[in-house]
Structure formats: structure tokens, C-alpha cells
């Protein structure tokens, strides 16, 4: 019974993507759904995009294991980026008329800048919608009982949510988000009511958990530990700032008042809701901590999935799977389509300048085919946990694209030549840790903060070689 109605969740919201992209007719509807969305949707976009594998599977894995001090960076960094984008960034980003975040940096910085952040803001996609490919595998595997592998499951996965992203962009997949949104609340509350009564209710699990030092979470009174926490905090809060999905719905608001407080609001529901799959995991060392022992040193990601094929009736089994797979869908369609949008727009565009706009929402469409493709095969050979695939993804962002994007907006002095050498040191002084320095003291992205943040201050004080007038982007937004 649940596999088929693993099927039919899944038709039904394919079918309803497919549904929303008649109403793309051009790359504004197709890149931020024509700039028209309620506060609402913008709210549930915002929240479903972040709620993803991670939250429901890969946080709780490293909560059971680390306590609050492993999830520092999600939901705690995660939850801040959106909240800081939404009381910092969401109304200057919104008034500068822009379709993608890749434009910020050819305006403001010249069309290098441009080709170098966009490539960074891609590179940093790739873990993080392989994560969401990995989960759908999983989930797969898991509710076939094995009959079906999790590569294949990884290919299906990514097929079907391709069908709509592909048609559909911007308004398939806030339309999808809205209804996921609701799965998500109703399922997590229902499922978190579910187990609690299995455990004892949820004074006794927050009892033991905190009897085991689950809720520990600031670091000790030591360099390298208070330095591990600031980087595991910096690496979500400020590298996920600069990235397309965030832009998008940002810009995809039908005011700037409503991409303002969308966003905080988006923010503190994800901080919130993504403690209940924590109270879930734990829950299962209580209700059966021998499938606990077996699967913590092995995949911990399978707990939660367990405690629920094992433990809970059929209709809290299907409210849970249909969660999860709204929050995994949610997650994947937005994240295919940033990163293929802002390549085509900030990479491509140049080269396409004869074509007009309908024909150039093919060649976003084909690149959205591609990525979908590079990133499938990624998480078919990643041996990376969800988790840390999420995690590690925007350390380029934010060694690359901070920055520029910070110190334009809010710091006058600001040049394209200390932009520029922002860029460069950044990502020249990360890479080279990477390399070299892995094991130190000092962790690779802090490094390229540092150096990115001195390229900047340095490169614009300094006599400037490279000429301060840019050609503004031209972007008509219908």
C-alpha cells in the first residue's frame, strides 16, 4: 500500500507542475514567475526550498551522533541566512530590477566578476541538489523494501522532477512548493504527535536527550573548537546568502515588501520545523534502541525512515513519506532550476544574442536538461553523507561571492578592482588550504573569508588600475 501511494503522490504532483507551466511564455515567467507571487506563496517557497533531504534525514543523523554542536550550520546557520536576506538584502536586491544574481555582479563589478561568481554560484549547486537526488533514492529503496536499488531510484527520482522544472521553471515549482508546504506542516506535526506517545510524550525524550548532552551547543572555551564553530556558522549563514534560489524569491515577490518579510518568515517556520525530525530521530533511542545500534555506525540515515516503517501505523507511515518526499521534491526542483537559470543568463547569454526571448528560454531549457543530468551522475559516485554534501557546498560561495555581494551593497568606498580582487583571493587562498592545509588550525573557508574580505578592503583603497565603470545589464522584466 505505501509504495502505491508513493506512486500516485507522486503522478499527482508531477501532473499539477506540468499544470503551473502553462503559464510560462517567456524567460521572465520561466526564471521568476513574472515577478508576481503573494506573500504566501513567496513564504512557502521560501520554507520548502530549504526544508529538503537534509532536514528530515540528514540532520537528524548528525544530531543523534554530535548533539546540537554537529547542526550548528543547519538549521542554525540556514535559518539565519534567510532572515538576514530578508531584513538586509530582499529590498535593495528587489528594487535593482534584476533576473538573476549573476546581473548584481556584472553591473556592480564588470563582466569577469560576472563569468567567475556565476561559475562559483553553480559549482555550489551541484552538492546540494545531489543531496536531494541521493534521498530520493533512498526513500525509494526504502518504501520497495529493496526491490528497488537506490541508484535507480536516484534516476527516476531525477527524471520525474525534471519533467515539470524543465516546462514549468519558476511558476511549476512555487505552485508545487505551496502545496508541499501544507504536506510538510501537517505531516511533520502529525507524525512528531504519532511517535511522542510512543516514547513516552515529549518531556520524556527532551528529558533524556538532555540527560545525554544531546543539547549542548556552544563550543569550549578553546581556539580551534570556537574557530570549527564560527566556520560551521559562517559557511551556511553568509555563503548561502549569494545564491540564485535565495535571489529568486526574492525577486519572484510581487513587492519588495513581500520579498522583505516572505523571507524572514520563511527563515524562523524553517528553524522551527526542522527540530521535529531531531525529536523524531531521538525519539527512536527510546522506542528501540536496538535499531539504533544497528544503523548509527552504519547509515544513520536510515533511522528515522525505520522507526517508521517499524513502528508506526499504515496512514502515519503514508503522512511521513508523503512529507518527506514533499520536502525532497520541493528542495530538488528549486535547486535544478537556480543554477541553470543564472548559467544561461550570466554564461550564455552573450553568445546567444541573436536569438529572441522565446528561443531563449529554450536554451535555459536545455541547460536545465544538462545540469539535471551532470548532478545525477555526481550523486550516483558521491559517497558524502546528505548532510555533508549540503554542508559543503557553499564554502566557494562564500569564500567567492560574500563579499563582492556584501561590501557592493553596503560599503560605499567599494570598487570593481577591490571586487575583483575579492574574488580572486578568496577562492586563490581557499583553494590552496584545500589543497596543502586541510588539517589546520584554520579551516580552508575562513581562510578565503579573511583574504576575500582584505582583497576587498585593500583592492578598492588602493590607486585603481582597472577603469570603475561597468556596462550596466540591460534587463527588461515583463
Known amino acids: 500500500m505505501l509504495i502505491w501511494f508513493v506512486i500516485i503522490y ?3 504532483s508531477v501532473g499539477i507542475g506540468l499544470w503551473a507551466a502553462l503559464r510560462v511564455r517567456n524567460t521572465t515567467d520561466f526564471a521568476v514567475a513574472g515577478r508576481s507571487l503573494p506573500f504566501y506563496v513567496v513564504t512557502a517557497t521560501v520554507f520548502a526550498t530549504w526544508f529538503g533531504s537534509e532536514t528530515v534525514l540528514g540532520i537528524p543523523a548528525v544530531f543523534l551522533k554530535e548533539g546540537l554542536s554537529g547542526v550548528v550550520s543547519d538549521p542554525f546557520g540556514s535559518s539565519l541566512c534567510l532572515i538576514l536576506v530578508g531584513l538586509f538584502f530582499a529590498r535593495p536586491l528587489y528594487r535593482m530590477n534584476l533576473l538573476t544574481i549573476g546581473d ?8 569577469l566578476a560576472e563569468v567567475l561568481t556565476t561559475l562559483c554560484i553553480v559549482v555550489s549547486y551541484l552538492g546540494w541538489v545531489a543531496a536531494q537526488i541521493k534521498a530520493l533514492g533512498l526513500v525509494f529503496y526504502t518504501v ?16 520525474s522532477v525534471l519533467v515539470y522544472t524543465l516546462f514549468g ?4 515549482v512555487a505552485v508545487t512548493d505551496f502545496i508541499q508546504m501544507i504536506i510538510i506542516v501537517v505531516g511533520m506535526l502529525y507524525i512528531g504527535y504519532e511517535v511522542s ?3 513516552g510524550g515529549v518531556t520524556a525524550v527532551v528529558s533524556h536527550a538532555a540527560a545525554a548532552g544531546k543539547f549542548e551547543f556552544l563550543p569550549s572555551l578553546d581556539l580551534v573548537q570556537i574557530i570549527g564553530f564560527a566556520a560551521a556558522l559562517f559557511t551556511m549563514m553568509l555563503g548561502s546568502i549569494p545564491q540564485q534560489d535565495v535571489f529568486q524569491r526574492v525577486t519572484s515577490s510581487r513587492t519588495e515588501r513581500i520579498a522583505g518579510r516572505a523571507s524572514v518568515l520563511g527563515g524562523v517556520l524553517y528553524f522551527f520545523f526542522a527540530f521535529i525530525p531531531m525529536f523524531l530521530a531521538y525519539s527512536a533511542t ?6 539504533v545500534e544497528k544503523y548509527i555506525h552504519s547509515d544513520s540515515q536510515l533511522i528515522l525512515p525505520q522507526l517508521i516503517l517499524q513502528h508506526a501505523p499504515m496512514f502515519a507511515q503514508v503522512m511521513f513519506f508523503g512529507a518527506l518526499l514533499s520536502a525532497i521534491k520541493s528542495c530538488a526542483s528549486a535547486t535544478l532550476l537556480a543554477p541553470s537559470v543564472t548559467f544561461a543568463e550570466n554564461i550564455l547569454r552573450p553568445y546567444f544574442r541573436h536569438l529572441d526571448d522565446r528561443k531563449f528560454l529554450r536554451v535555459m531549457q536545455a541547460v536545465v536538461l544538462v545540469f539535471t543530468g551532470t548532478v545525477t551522475l555526481f550523486a550516483l559516485n558521491s559517497h558524502l553523507s546528505i548532510f555533508h554534501m549540503v554542508e559543503n557546498a557553499y564554502k ?6 560574500f563579499v563582492p555581494l556584501a561590501f557592493g551593497m553596503f560599503w560605499k568606498p567599494a570598487t570593481r578592482q577591490g571586487g575583483l580582487a575579492a574574488i580572486l583571493l578568496g577562492l586563490g587562498s581557499w583553494l590552496t588550504c584545500e589543497i596543502s592545509f586541510v588539517d589546520a588550525v584554520m579551516p580552508p573557508q575562513m581562510v578565503g573569508l579573511l583574504f576575500s574580505i582584505s582583497g576587498m578592503v585593500v583592492g578598492s583603497l588602493l590607486p585603481q588600475w582597472i577603469a570603475d565603470h561597468a556596462p550596466v545589464k540591460e534587463v527588461h522584466i515583463a
Open 396 to 401: 566557494v560561495t562564500l569564500v567567492s561571492s
Open 169 to 172: 521553471g519558476m511558476w511549476s
Open 104 to 111: 548584481y555582479y556584472h553591473n556592480r563589478y564588470g563582466r
Open 286 to 291: 527510546l522506542i528501540d534502541p536496538g535499531m
Open 10 to 12: 507522486w503522478v499527482i
Open 197 to 199: 506517545g510512543q516514547a
Open 144 to 159: 520497495s523494501d529493496g526491490a528497488l536499488s537506490q541508484d535507480a531510484g536516484m534516476m527516476i527520482g531525477a527524471a
